[in-house]
């Protein structure tokens, strides 16, 4: 079995590399904010589905042990728990939309840096012989999916993030009304 896993991971290996040389030097980039992101991302679903609930708990159970509930202290207490809350659970979604973002920028970035390779081609050789500027249009255009890829599958991800925020901001602000 490890064997087996092992050839597996050498090979996905070769192939990552091999797909990356191709796209150039900012494919690394990519594939940087990429990990980042996803990191982020992650740690954020892990926060609001295993974290989260403990405090949430934490936080309706101390509602409910009080003896008043609606004076202006406990009304401020409430809303101070909620600001809380909502800080904790939107906690780097700015982030992860700003990194998000600049995904699409590399692969344009990619782009540019492709055709200028191609460029360089046909100066340097005085031709548009197609195998020459090959490499350069890979160069160009693996970048840009690459980023395109990434970009869509994070906006999904934390639009997702976003909504489910909201609606445990929302639960818990239910939770903890003012009981009369």
């Known amino acids: 079995m490890s064997l087996f896993f092992r050839n597996f991971i050498d090979h996905w290996w070769h192939v990552m590399q ?10 690394w980039w990519l594939a940087a904010v990429a990990l980042v992101t996803w990191v982020m991302i992650i740690e954020r679903l892990l926060y ?31 809303d ?23 995904c699409p920028m590399l692969g344009l970035l990619g782009t540019v840096t492709g055709m200028i390779a191609v460029f360089d ?18 160069l160009a ?3 840009t999916l690459g980023g395109m890829v990434i970009a869509l599958a994070g906006v999904f991800a934390h ?3 976003v909504k489910k925020c909201e609606r445990k901001t929302l639960a818990l602000e239910k939770e903890l009304r003012v009981i009369k």
Request: net charge positive; proline share 3%.
């Open 18 to 27: 091999d797909f990356m040389s191709v796209g150039g030097p900012v494919l």
């Open 48 to 78: 609001v589905h295993f974290s989260f609930p403990a405090e949430k708990k934490k936080w309706v159970n101390a509602w409910l042990q009080r003896s008043e509930h609606c004076s202006w202290k406990a009304k401020a207490i409430r």
């Open 80 to 102: 101070g728990w909620l600001f809380v809350a909502q800080q904790r659970l939107n906690q780097n979604l700015r982030l992860i939309r700003g990194m998000v973002s600049i």
């Open 121 to 138: 081609v046909m100066a340097l050789q005085g031709n548009t012989d197609a195998r020459s500027i090959a490499g350069g249009i890979a």
């Open 141 to 143: 255009t693996f970048p």
């Open 159 to 161: 639009s997702r993030l």
